[in-house]
């Protein structure tokens, strides 16, 4: 027989590590996953634009400017497709979407 290796974390153990690393993360962001798409949302001041707002994306590292400030800069949880991802400036706020190389669970946005 075969040795039974750790189990895959539940549905509510990834939920409890979501909640956990999104609470140590301050609240500069929310990220979610969806299929095999990562969306990353950044509240904006009422006064920004689509000029004010830099986003940087390589493979496995995501960096988020807004007005000189920076929001976000690290290494992400696993590969991106990074000629793949996409923004949006609307109503204060930026979404950017990102598109994962292999399709899986993401516990944390960052390593």
């Known amino acids: 027989s075969l040795p039974t290796g750790a189990s895959l974390p539940s ?8 909640e956990a690393s999104a609470n ?21 001041p009422a006064n920004a634009s689509k000029q004010d707002v830099k986003v940087e994306c390589k493979t ?4 988020i400017t807004v ?8 290494t992400l949880f ?15 706020m930026l979404s950017v979407l990102l598109v994962m190389q292999t399709k899986m ?5 960052l390593r």
């Open 24 to 44: 140590s993360e301050s609240e500069r962001f929310v990220w979610s996953v969806s299929g095999d798409e990562v969306t990353v949302n950044v509240p904006l």
């Open 60 to 63: 496995q590292h995501l960096t």
């Open 78 to 92: 696993q590969e991106v497709e990074s000629d793949e991802m996409t923004y949006t400036v609307e109503k204060e």
């Open 67 to 74: 007005c000189g400030e920076e929001v976000l800069n690290g």
């Open 105 to 109: 669970t993401w516990l944390t946005l």
């Open 11 to 18: 549905e509510e153990q990834i939920a409890k590590v979501r």
